[in-house]
């Protein structure tokens, strides 16, 4: 009986809820410390390591925020980053991940007030795709900023507009030989109607070839007889 209930799932649950997922309201930040309840947090607020970590945080607070956020983008960072350039992640589940780990920085330790915010200055600094839904839901999707992958792309950018060019450019050679043609066409119209004109003659008029030998010799002369 007893080592049945030992290995249940609810009884596995409370284990790994002793052994440090603790509420937010009794972990110390400035400790990385979790406390199991309110006694056990005021123990620690009154214990000699937290004091002293109270004067250092008092001598450069923005020192220990600027930390706390560095730490938290990083974390959040990696675990966006393993979901791969593909993957369109919720804000509130990636965060989800973030918290897992008992010694992880919370968000109210760092600069970021909500994670809204913190999404937004993602977005901004280009490290993730973020958008927003028609319910207000926040989404984020890992820019990959690593130099190699961002010469590839930047080579491949170069590659594809010199395609480009080399394509506009034969396309508008195509276009002037084109409009060439169409000018000299109407040029080879008018010179087609004009040979036959040559050969028209007047009504009445008859053409006799003169046999008659000419003073000097030459070739037999065409003349036109009036009928």
Sequence with gaps: GKDGGF??????G?????KGLTKLRWYCQLCQKPCR???????????EAHLRQVRVF????????????VEFETAFMEILRRKGEHVRSRATALYSEVVADRHHIHMNSTKWLTLTE????????GKGAVDQDEEGKWYIRYINRDPEAERRKEALAKKEKMDMDDAERAAK?????IRSAQKALPREKEGAQAAPQELVRKEGERMALSLSAAPKAGPAA????VG
């Design 118 to 125: 913190f999404i937004k200055y993602l977005g901004k600094e």
């Design 37 to 47: 309840d309110e006694n056990g947090f005021k123990c620690h607020q009154m214990s």
């Design 222 to 225: 065409a003349h036109t007889v």
């Design 14 to 18: 409370n284990r790994i809820k002793a």
């Design 173 to 177: 050679m195509v276009e002037r030989q």
């Design 58 to 69: 008092a001598e450069n607070p923005d020192a220990f925020v600027d930390d706390y956020s």
């Design 7 to 12: 290995l249940t799932p609810k009884a596995i």
